[in-house]
């Protein structure tokens, strides 16, 4: 039961903070959601309270950062620097957005799946919210913004060929979308993006949880983003997105990064594919291809 509860508290917390029009509670929802993810991840081994102690003490800087630079930035309306590298500082360590990537390959090396799940998920919700509103309010700090989004694209591309776990390549993969999501946040198409990358994630972490070999490497790929899975549309979004308006050397760094990630893409989605010891089940099968067949069916309809 009480896990149920801190459950609840995960689901509750990122939609009051989108659906608040103040900024303490919009702040408060963002930690209620935190605050009940930590208990569930210390239901693991005791590698698993190692990385949910490490996951806790830098997401308690990120909030205190968000905290000071968002009260001064949204109720006081200042635009110090100061206060603009707080905020923008806390939103990276909480998107796991260069420069504060360093903790997630090893934090999510030592978690289960659905921990996993949760990191790398529904609490990037409101982070990105509180993203896009910034942009939005503060439209000349978007080059920050953009210059961090590609790093953070090309850094999470260098650190998934340096992997050789899937869940430290997940969390590297992290990164890389992270960037192009903060990308997508000042140009547009940022929640279609972030709907679609989560449903191939969420499939990736079940058929791996379910020791489904064959439909995960079928899942990695999808992921990446090569023509014609569903992954490859939101990237197409976002690509037209800047191009209508006139952002092209914004799209030198993630588009680099798209050709570096696609490498250990299928590196690891090969690899599963030699792994596998026996057939998949149809429904996952069908439930993955199916998808992918959607998103082909609507680039055909927009051409």
Same mark, same amino acid.
């Given at each position: 039961?009480?896990?149920?509860?801190?459950?609840?508290?995960?689901?509750?917390?990122?939609?009051?903070?989108?659906? !608040?029009?103040?900024?303490?509670?919009?702040?408060?929802?963002?930690?209620?959601?935190?605050?009940?993810?930590?208990?569930?991840?210390?239901?693991?081994?005791?590698?698993? $309270?190692?990385?949910?102690?490490?996951?806790?003490?830098?997401?308690?800087?990120?909030?205190?950062?968000?905290?000071?630079?968002?009260?001064?930035?949204?109720?006081?309306?200042?635009?110090?620097?100061?206060?603009?590298?707080?905020?923008?500082?806390?939103?990276?360590?909480?998107?796991?957005?260069?420069?504060?990537?360093?903790?997630?390959?090893?934090?999510?090396?030592?978690?289960?799946?659905?921990?996993?799940?949760?990191?790398?998920?529904?609490?990037?919700?409101?982070?990105?919210?509180?993203?896009?509103?910034?942009?939005?309010?503060?439209?000349?700090?978007?080059?920050?913004?953009?210059?961090?989004?590609?790093?953070?694209?090309?850094?999470?591309?260098?650190?998934?060929?340096?992997?050789?776990?899937?869940?430290?390549?997940?969390?590297?993969?992290? =990164?890389?979308?992270?960037?192009?999501?903060?990308?997508?946040?000042?140009?547009?198409?940022?929640?279609?993006?972030?709907?679609?990358?989560?449903?191939?994630?969420?499939?990736?972490?079940?058929?791996?949880?379910?020791?489904?070999?064959? !439909?995960?490497?079928?899942?990695? =790929? !999808?992921?990446?983003?090569?023509?014609?899975?569903?992954?490859?549309?939101?990237?197409?979004?976002?690509?037209?997105?800047?191009?209508?308006?006139?952002?092209?050397?914004?799209?030198?760094?993630?588009?680099?990064?798209?050709?570096?990630?696609? =490498?250990?893409?299928? $590196?690891?989605?090969?690899?599963?594919?030699?792994?596998?010891?026996?057939?998949?089940?149809?429904?996952?099968?069908?439930?993955?291809?199916?998808?992918?067949?959607?998103? =082909?069916?609507?680039?055909?309809?927009?051409?």
């Amino acid at each position: 039961m009480s896990n149920f509860f801190f459950f609840l508290m995960l689901i509750i917390g990122p939609v009051v903070s989108l659906s !608040s029009t103040s900024w303490p509670l919009c702040w408060a929802g963002m930690e209620v959601g935190f605050l009940g993810l930590i208990p569930l991840l210390f239901l693991g081994g005791s590698f698993s $309270k190692e990385a949910a102690l490490k996951y806790f003490c830098v997401q308690a800087l990120a909030s205190a950062m968000m905290f000071v630079g968002g009260s001064m930035i949204f109720t006081m309306f200042s635009t110090q620097w100061v206060y603009i590298f707080m905020f923008l500082g806390g939103l990276c360590l909480k998107l796991a957005m260069f420069p504060g990537h360093f903790w997630v390959t090893s934090v999510i090396f030592g978690l289960e799946w659905v921990s996993c799940c949760f990191i790398l998920g529904p609490l990037k919700v409101p982070p990105l919210g509180f993203l896009s509103e910034f942009g939005f309010s503060f439209p000349e700090f978007n080059s920050w913004i953009l210059m961090l989004a590609g790093m953070s694209a090309m850094v999470g591309g260098i650190l998934g060929n340096n992997q050789t776990n899937i869940r430290s390549m997940l969390g590297a993969s992290s =990164i890389t979308h992270s960037g192009w999501m903060a990308m997508a946040s000042v140009f547009g198409g940022l929640w279609q993006y972030l709907c679609l990358y989560l449903t191939i994630l969420f499939m990736v972490l079940i058929f791996l949880w379910q020791g489904d070999s064959y !439909s995960s490497a079928l899942s990695v =790929i !999808s992921m990446s983003g090569l023509p014609p899975f569903i992954i490859f549309l939101a990237k197409l979004g976002v690509i037209q997105a800047v191009v209508i308006q006139g952002g092209f050397l914004w799209l030198v760094l993630p588009l680099l990064s798209a050709v570096l990630s696609l =490498i250990f893409y299928l $590196k690891f989605s090969y690899s599963l594919l030699l792994s596998t010891n026996r057939w998949p089940s149809k429904f996952s099968v069908f439930c993955v291809s199916a998808f992918n067949f959607m998103g =082909i069916s609507w680039l055909l309809l927009t051409l």
